[in-house]
C-alpha cells in the first residue's frame, strides 16, 4: 500500500489514524441521521454556565457532607490527576530523559495496561489478605512509589519494570476503591457520588494534561539556569530533567492524597455506627479468655452442671466466673425480674426480644468482656442461642433479626463453645413441677415443644460452636459428656493462646 500511497511509506501510523477518523465520520454521519424531536419551549435554550458553576459546587458540597465519598473522592481525583501528568509528559520523558526512539512511549502504554490488568484480576485475591480500605489506601501509596522510582529509572528497560508496577497498583487502587465505594454508598445517594467522582476526575485529568506539561517546562528552565543537571545513584548517573521532577511531583501528590484518604477512612470508620447486620465474632477481644455457654430447656438440669463444671475447670486451676441471662448485673437482675414475673403479663414479643438483649448487653459489656480480658474462663447460663430459639423460633420474630438485634447487642460477641444440653420437653417441665411457674414456663407444652426443636435446629447450623449433650441421664454421666467437651475447649484456646 505504500508504494501506491506516499504518505504510507513515509509514515505508516497514518493509515490507523486516517481509519480512526473515518469511524468517526460514519458515527457523524448516522448521529446526523436521527430524527431529534425537539420541545417547544427548549428549542431556544442554550448552555448556561451559571447552572453548570451551581452543580459543580452542589456535588462539592455533596462530598463534604458525605464522609466516605469525600475520603475516597480526594484520592481517586488526585490518582487521576497522576494519570493527567504521566500521559502529558511521559513522551517527552520516554524521549529525551530516558533517550529512546520514540517507540518506547508505546512499549510503556503496553506495559501499563499489562499491570493494570494484573493488579486488577488479583484484587479479589488481594482483599482476602486486607480489608479493602486499607488497600485502596496502600495501592495508591504504592502506585505513588512506583511513580517515583519510574521517574528516577535511567533507561527505558527499567523504566518498564516499574511501569509494570504502577499500572499493577493503579489496578488495584481502582478495582478496591470503586468495590469500597459500592459498597458503602447508600442506593439513594449512588448516582450523585459517582457523577460527581466522575465529573471531577475527568476536570482534574484535563488541568493536570495542562498544568504538567507547563510545569516539567519550568522545572526544565529552572535546572538550565542553576545547574549541570547530573547525579548520581548508586555509581549510575543520573540526568536531572523537568519531566523527572514533573514526575516526581506528580508521585509526591498521590502520597499525600494516600495519606489524607488514609486519615479520612479512619475518620469515617469511627463515626460510623456498626450496622444491625451478621457480623458475628467481628469484635472478638484479643483476650486469652474462654466463653462457654449451656443452654436447653427448663428443667435440663443446667444449673446442676454448671456447679459442676465450675467446680472441675478450678479443679484444673483456672480462674471461673459464672453468670446467668437475664440477669448478671444488678440493672440485668430487675430486667430479669420483669421478664419473669407472672405479673407482668404479655409483652410484645419484640418488647421481649429487647429487654433480654439489653439484659445481655448490660452483662456483656460490664462483666463478660471484661473477665475475658482477664484470662478468665466465662460460663454463661444461657446467652444469645437462648434468644434465637424462644423469641427467634417459637415466638416467630424470625432466627435472622434475632440475631442481628443481638449481634449489635453484644457487639459481636459469642461463646467459644455452647453446650447444649438436649432434652425432650415434656421430661423438662415434669422435672420443674415442684417449683412455680415462671411468666415464660407458663407458655406450656408446645412453647417448649418449639424451643426444644429450635435449639437442635440452630445446633445444626452451627456446629462450629455447638455440643450437643443428651441430658436425660443421670447428673454424673451427662457431665462425663460436658468434661471432655470442657476439655476440648480448654485445649484448643491453650493451643491459640500458648502463652497463657
Ligand atoms: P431461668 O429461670 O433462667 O430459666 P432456666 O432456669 O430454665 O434456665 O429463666 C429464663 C427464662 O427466660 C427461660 O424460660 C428462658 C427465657 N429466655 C428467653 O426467652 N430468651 C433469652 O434470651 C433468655 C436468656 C432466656
Redesign the pocket.
Known amino acids: 500500500m505504500g508504494a501506491r500511497i506516499p504518505v504510507l511509506e513515509a509514515q505508516p501510523e497514518s493509515l490507523a489514524l486516517i481509519l480512526d477518523a473515518g469511524t468517526f465520520l460514519f458515527s457523524a454521519a448516522m448521529v446526523a441521521g436521527i430524527a431529534i424531536r425537539t420541545q417547544p419551549g427548549r428549542a431556544t435554550e442554550h448552555l448556561d454556565l451559571a447552572r453548570v458553576w451551581r452543580d459543580t459546587i452542589d456535588g462539592i458540597n455533596f462530598l463534604r457532607e458525605d464522609s466516605i465519598a469525600s475520603a475516597m473522592t480526594g484520592g481517586i481525583v488526585i490518582a487521576f490527576g497522576a494519570v493527567g501528568a504521566v500521559l502529558a509528559i511521559g513522551p517527552v520523558f520516554v524521549t529525551s530523559t530516558l533517550g529512546a526512539d520514540p517507540s518506547g512511549w508505546g512499549l510503556v502504554v503496553t506495559a501499563f495496561g499489562v499491570g493494570m490488568g494484573l493488579g486488577m484480576a488479583s484484587a479479589g485475591q488481594a482483599a482476602k489478605a486486607l480489608e479493602r480500605e486499607l488497600l485502596f489506601v496502600w495501592s495508591l501509596i504504592a502506585a505513588a512509589v512506583a511513580l517515583f522510582v519510574l521517574a528516577t529509572m535511567p533507561n527505558l528497560s527499567w523504566a518498564i519494570v516499574f511501569t509494570v508496577w504502577l499500572g499493577a497498583f493503579c489496578g488495584l487502587a481502582w478495582v478496591s476503591g470503586y468495590t469500597l465505594l459500592q459498597v458503602n454508598v447508600a442506593d439513594e445517594f449512588r448516582g450523585r457520588t459517582f457523577g460527581s467522582l466522575t465529573a471531577m476526575s475527568r476536570m482534574v485529568l484535563f488541568l493536570s494534561l495542562a498544568g504538567f506539561s507547563a510545569l516539567a517546562q519550568a522545572f526544565q528552565s529552572l535546572i538550565d539556569a542553576v545547574s549541570s543537571g547530573q547525579f548520581y545513584l548508586g555509581g549510575q548517573r543520573i540526568d536531572l530533567s523537568g519531566t523527572r521532577l514533573a514526575l516526581w511531583t506528580a508521585g509526591l501528590l498521590v502520597v499525600g492524597a494516600g495519606f489524607n484518604t488514609r486519615r479520612l477512612l479512619k475518620r469515617y470508620r469511627l463515626s460510623r455506627p456498626v450496622p444491625l447486620t451478621l457480623v458475628p465474632k467481628l469484635k472478638r477481644p484479643p483476650a486469652t479468655g474462654l466463653f462457654i455457654a449451656f443452654e ?5 438440669g ?2 446442676t452442671q454448671i456447679k459442676m463444671a465450675e467446680a472441675h475447670l478450678r479443679s484444673l486451676g483456672l480462674d471461673v466466673l459464672v453468670t ?4 448478671g448485673t444488678s440493672a440485668g437482675e430487675q430486667i ?1 425480674e420483669l ?2 414475673d407472672p405479673g407482668t403479663g404479655k409483652l410484645d414479643a419484640r418488647a ?2 429487647l429487654l ?2 439489653a ?2 448487653a448490660q452483662t456483656v459489656a460490664s462483666v463478660i468482656r471484661p473477665a475475658l480480658a482477664e484470662g478468665k474462663v466465662v460460663i454463661c ?11 427467634g423460633w ?2 416467630g420474630l424470625g432466627e435472622p433479626d434475632v440475631l442481628s438485634l ?1 449481634v449489635w447487642a453484644t457487639q459481636g460477641l459469642f461463646p467459644d463453645m455452647v453446650i447444649l444440653l438436649h432434652l425432650e420437653p415434656e421430661l ?1 417441665l415434669a422435672r ?1 413441677e415442684d417449683e412455680p411457674l ?4 407458663l ?1 406450656g407444652q408446645q412453647f417448649l415443644a418449639k ?1 426444644a426443636d429450635a435449639y437442635l435446629k440452630i445446633a445444626e447450623e452451627h456446629p462450629e460452636r455447638f455440643v450437643v449433650v443428651d441430658a436425660n441421664r443421670d447428673p454424673a454421666t451427662v457431665f462425663d459428656s460436658v468434661r471432655e467437651a470442657l476439655e476440648r475447649a480448654v485445649h484448643e484456646r491453650d493451643d491459640h493462646h500458648p502463652a497463657s
Open positions: 436447653g430447656v427448663e428443667g435440663a443446667k444449673g446467668r441471662e437475664p440477669g430479669r421478664l419473669l421481649e426480644a433480654f438483649a439484659s445481655r447460663d444461657r446467652y444469645v442461642d437462648s434468644s434465637l430459639a424462644y423469641q417459637a415466638r443481638n423438662g420443674s415462671d411468666r415464660m414456663e407458655e424451643v
